[in-house]
């Protein structure tokens, strides 16, 4: 069974840092690209940041361009989001996301973690 | 950046009524159209991805149409459980993006 555990919110100043993780199993990891997408509150979804199966490519909303750094560690099948530079228009819940394909790249979503909250405020 | 317009934005029908939810992209986005359901205080789950192709475990209710700019989500016969919001996201342009969404209230 494919499981998405996300970690590491909470609360954090402006202009602070903070490292969520999504622990993955159920697939093998290394073979999918994942995403993270976010929710602020009451809001609708917006796609965040991608990584390649092999961490080597990445991918960024200009929203988050130069302030955050999506990676991940495939001997332990987690992917992170390393978010400086916090702003209060950060605050969402964060979702992992597993890419739908393997051999081939889709970017689409067939499961999602529950999401960790990340408030920005001071 | 492809904007997509979902509409309406809030949809009341009764059991057994059809729904049909709408998704026009500024630009082409072929087929490359995926639609989630998300329920309160849930993540959002992946109904049809391709514009028509139901993902697994989906009912048969659900079912997708459209390419290009105009995709449609389409309930028939609707259940108290399908009360959701509902996005469509597209995977032909980056960055990627979504729908605002539509809400589906069951009366």
């Known amino acids: 069974e494919v499981q998405l555990l996300e970690s590491g919110g909470g609360l954090v100043q402006p202009g602070g840092s903070l490292r969520v993780s999504c622990a993955a199993s159920?697939?093998?990891?290394?073979?999918?690209?994942m995403t993270w997408v976010r929710q602020a509150p009451g809001k609708g979804l917006e796609w965040v940041s991608t990584i390649s199966g092999s961490g080597g490519n990445t991918y960024y909303a200009d929203s988050v361009k130069g302030r955050f750094t999506i990676s991940r560690d495939n001997s332990k099948n987690i992917l992170y989001l390393q978010m400086n530079s916090l702003r209060a228009e950060d605050t969402a819940v964060y979702y992992c996301?597993?890419?739908?394909?393997?051999?081939?790249?889709?970017?689409?979503?067939?499961?999602w973690g529950q999401g960790t909250l990340v408030a920005v405020s001071s | 950046e492809t904007v997509l317009t979902q509409s309406p934005a809030t949809l009341s029908l009764s059991p057994g009524e059809r729904a049909t939810l709408s998704c026009r992209a500024s630009?082409?986005?072929?087929?490359?159209l995926a639609w989630y359901q998300q329920k309160p205080g849930q993540a959002p789950r992946l109904l049809i991805f391709d514009a028509s192709n139901r993902a697994t475990g989906i009912p048969a209710r659900f079912s997708g149409s459209g390419s290009g700019t105009d995709s449609t989500l389409t309930i028939t016969s609707l259940e108290p459980e399908d009360t959701a919001v509902y996005y469509c996201?597209?995977?032909?342009?980056?960055?990627?993006?979504f729908g605002g969404g539509t809400k589906v209230e069951i009366k």
């Open positions: 159920g697939f093998t990891f290394s073979s999918f690209v």
């Open positions: 630009q082409s986005v072929a087929s490359q």
């Open positions: 996201q597209q995977r032909s342009h980056w960055p990627l993006t």
């Open positions: 996301a597993k890419d739908r394909c393997s051999s081939i790249t889709c970017y689409d979503f067939d499961y």
